[in-house]
């Protein structure tokens, strides 16, 4: 038995063009500012650095193309070579704040009287000025007056002047740089201790773990996130280190204290050079060395998600 026709005039109507592509489209228009903005921010900049690289000028007047030279004065350059030197040091130095904020972690997930208090102070360094923090620093090291020095008396040993002393400059900046960093880094941890799961440390305290072997075991497997997190921050931070050095030295004493960010504020933008294309320069190694970080970053993400999957 045939069905009767369908009148065409009672027919659903087709879905608009909007209706069928509205669950892809929207995201996208939500990131469309963000995007954009980042796009005008940061990567034009990058681009702009990279080609002003290659040209001399001093901000004013007209660009003159100069090629690879600014690069390969660069392969000449000692205070380039300090700056890479101390970006190295500082790499090494601020990787000390993962273990040190982990261990004030455990130290501070307890549940004691007047333990939110001694959190609070510990969070302090956190939230306060990397200028401050400098100038704090900077008045610890004082060799006339500072707390060093009476430390230092205290146990008969002769005052060290750390910001002048050409071998412990940097050394004493990254001290001063891995004060707030550890307590970013014990934040971390801290989140992460109140995440973990009860049932493996009750069941793990039922075969007999404790002390080391629950840390290792344990404790730290469940805290992988937030170690992930403190070293991709604490790495960068590294590379990025400026406050603390134009607070406390300068770049001084005799340039031993520069690294690659401040060197390229000096070369291009202070009263020693406006030499815009050299600074980029500099500015476009220490992006690469960033890059091949964040290259690998990335690449450690995109594992993880297909490990999940």
């Keep these: 038995m045939n069905s009767p026709p369908v009148n065409p005039s009672h027919a659903p109507p087709a879905a608009s063009w ?35 690289s290659f040209y001399e000028w001093d901000g004013l007047s007209p660009r003159t193309f100069i090629g690879l030279d600014n690069y390969r004065e660069l392969m000449t350059d000692p205070d380039f070579h300090i700056s890479l030197k101390n970006n190295v040091i500082w790499f090494f130095g601020f990787l000390l ?37 400098g100038l704090v620093f900077s ?17 008969g040993m002769d005052p060290i002047a750390v910001l002048s002393d050409e071998t412990l400059v940097t050394y004493g900046i990254v001290v001063a740089g891995l004060y707030p960093q550890t307590a970013y880094c014990m934040i971390l941890y801290l989140t ?44 960068i931070g590294s590379l990025r280190s400026f406050d603390m050095i134009s607070i406390m030295t300068q770049g001084g004493p005799y340039g031993q204290s520069k690294v690659l960010a401040y060197y390229m504020y000096e070369k291009a933008l202070s009263e020693y050079g406006y030499r815009m294309g050299y600074g980029s320069a500099i500015a476009t190694v220490l992006f690469l060395l960033m ?10 993400v995109y594992k993880q998600e297909q490990e999940t999957e």
């Design 18 to 52: 909007w209706s069928r592509h509205q669950l892809q489209i929207v995201p996208w228009l939500f990131l469309a500012p963000a995007l954009a903005m980042f796009m005008v921010y940061v990567i034009a900049p990058i681009f702009e650095s990279i080609v002003i």
């Design 97 to 133: 704040s993962i273990p040190m904020g982990l261990g004030l972690a455990l130290l501070l997930n307890q549940k004691v009287f007047g333990i939110r208090l001694a959190k609070s102070l510990f969070f302090f360094p956190f939230v306060i000025s990397q200028v401050v923090i």
């Design 139 to 155: 008045w610890f090291y004082d060799p006339t007056n500072g707390l060093l020095l009476h430390v230092m008396d205290l146990f």
């Design 192 to 235: 992460g201790l109140n995440n973990l799961r009860p049932d493996l440390i009750e069941a793990a305290r039922l075969e007999g773990a404790k002390g080391w072997t629950m840390l290792f075991k344990i404790v730290l497997p469940q805290l992988r996130p937030a170690t992930f997190i403190a070293v991709v921050v604490t790495i």
């Design 291 to 300: 890059l091949v970080y964040i290259i690998f970053i990335l690449y450690r």
